[in-house]
């Protein structure tokens, strides 16, 4: 994915793609939360497809994460990318949750907390984030996700529609 300015689309032939793209932007917007995985070999365009989404939605908080082969054995590496820069918002999760991703991230030390109450935190996280203005996550390269974050992911984008 494209780290630094986005450059305009010039997706030739994904009209049906960018206009699904584009009806779940208006749905964000409409207040429904959705979720979308794009699949495909290497090389077709899923990288084009996510810019095309990040240009949509200016002015949104825009969450992002790509994964590494080399980072799949570290636990929690993706999460932290996608959720590193929203820690600002750590404090309004209910303690049990906001100590168990101070765990995760390294902010305090502890046992390694239960994974269903990081998937817990990250989903109000999210959730407080969104509040404030709305948020898209995008993940590139989910395939070199680590086990634990591709999880907590899963996780949370199955109870986005009831959030």
Known sequence: MNQGRVQPSRLLGRRSDRETLDRLVTDALGGQ??????RG??????SALLDHLVEKVVGWH????VGVESEMELAYSGLHQLCGPMLNH???LPIPQREALATVFGLSAG???DRFLVGL????LFAEVAEQQPLVCTVDDAQWLDRASA??????ARRLLAE
Do not use: C, H, M, Y
């Open 33 to 38: 939360s959705r979720v979308i995985v794009l």
């Open 41 to 46: 070999e290497a090389g077709i365009g899923k």
């Open 62 to 65: 825009v969450a992002t994460a």
């Open 90 to 92: 750590l404090d309004r």
């Open 111 to 113: 046992p390694p907390p």
């Open 121 to 124: 935190a990250t989903l109000t």
């Open 151 to 156: 999880q907590i992911l899963g996780f949370v």
